[in-house]
């Protein structure tokens, strides 16, 4: 199976497309947008930006287990404390 996702930067954040498995009505692939829009407290889109890696991670089928030796982590450190 080959999968296709496209990320844009929008001025608020960003927008992520991918076409779904199933089948709409005409038979063509379904294309899903999903939006991740920066929150106030996030001014700088680190927030909005892991949260859409890890839809990344899960449309690839690799978000594991904690149970798994080895897995991806996304996270955001902050050096300051």
Known sequence: MNRELRIREVE???VLEYEEET??????PELI???YQVKEE???KLTA???MLWEVISQFGLT???HD???LRV????HRI
């Open 12 to 14: 608020n954040g960003y």
């Open 23 to 28: 089948e709409d009505m005409d038979g063509m």
């Open 49 to 51: 930006f892991k949260d």
């Open 42 to 44: 996030d001014p700088d």
């Open 75 to 78: 996270e955001i450190v902050d």
């Open 33 to 35: 947008e999903m939006v």
């Open 64 to 66: 594991g287990s904690k």
């Open 69 to 71: 030796p080895t897995r």
